[in-house]
């Protein structure tokens, strides 16, 4: 069974930088789509970004363009999203994601089939 736990989170000031990473076991990520959701107090749980297994396709919420950005290394079976230019709205507890169906689909509908337990992300001054 694949098992995600995501890492990296923490406290920052707005402005500061942080890179959360999702470490995969019991399968390898070679074959699987991988999404970074988000959910900040009192709000529904968001898209932020999703790749596509070979890393060819990458998508990204609007309100993270220009600050995010997803990789992954499917020999280290780790997935990453690096955060630029924190804002307090960014606040939140951000989980990883793995599925079968496209990156696209994965973030439009905000599907997976495997899920981390999340980390904590808090930005403020």
């Known amino acids: 069974q694949l098992q995600l736990v995501e890492s990296g989170g923490g406290s920052v000031q707005p402005g500061g930088s942080l890179r959360l990473s999702c470490a995969a076991s019991?399968?390898?990520?070679?074959?699987?789509?991988i999404g970074w959701f988000r959910q900040a107090p009192g709000k529904e749980r968001e898209a932020v970004s999703c790749i596509s297994s070979s890393g060819g396709s990458t998508n990204y919420a609007d309100s993270v363009k220009g600050r995010a950005t997803i990789s992954r290394d499917n020999a280290k079976n780790t997935v990453y999203l690096q955060m630029n230019s924190l804002k307090p709205e960014d606040t939140a507890v951000y989980y990883c994601?793995?599925?079968?169906?496209?990156?696209?689909?994965?973030?439009?509908?905000?599907?997976?089939?495997?899920w981390g337990k999340g980390t904590l992300v808090t930005v403020s001054s």
């Open positions: 019991g399968a390898t990520l070679r074959y699987y789509e």
């Open positions: 994601a793995a599925g079968l169906t496209s990156s696209q689909a994965m973030c439009a509908y905000k599907r997976a089939d495997y």
